[in-house]
Nanobody
């Protein structure tokens, strides 16, 4: 069974850090591009970052550039999203997904997990 499981969310103060994990089961994650997206209450879904298969090229939406870093550990079949200097506007449910396109702005999403909640508040 193909499955993605996100974890690592939580409550953090502004300026704090979290590392989200996206663990894959039922398939080999390094054959796939993987993207993170988020959805806040009342807002549209937003692509945050992605990482390609093969050359591990990456993309970040402008609002997270310089603060978030995506990486993969193929031995652990896991993709990570390191989030630093978090802001209240980063509050959202974060999902990881397989990509149906190359890793680029407007990347397409395939299967995703149930998400992990990130809350940035003082």
């Amino acid at each position: 069974q193909v499955q993605l499981v996100e974890s690592g969310g939580g409550l953090v103060q502004p300026g704090g850090s979290l590392r989200l994990s996206c663990a894959a089961s039922g398939f080999t994650l390094d054959y796939y591009g993987i993207g993170w997206f988020r959805q806040a209450p009342g807002k549209e879904r937003e692509g945050v970052s992605c990482i390609s298969s093969g050359d591990d090229s990456t993309y970040y939406t402008d609002s997270v550039k310089g603060r978030f870093t995506i990486s993969r550990d193929n031995a652990k079949n896991t993709v990570y999203l390191q989030m630093n200097n978090l802001k209240p506007e980063d509050t959202a449910l974060y999902y990881c997904a397989t990509l149906t396109t190359s890793c680029r702005p407007g990347y397409g999403l395939g299967s995703w997990g149930k998400g992990t909640l990130v809350t940035v508040s003082s």
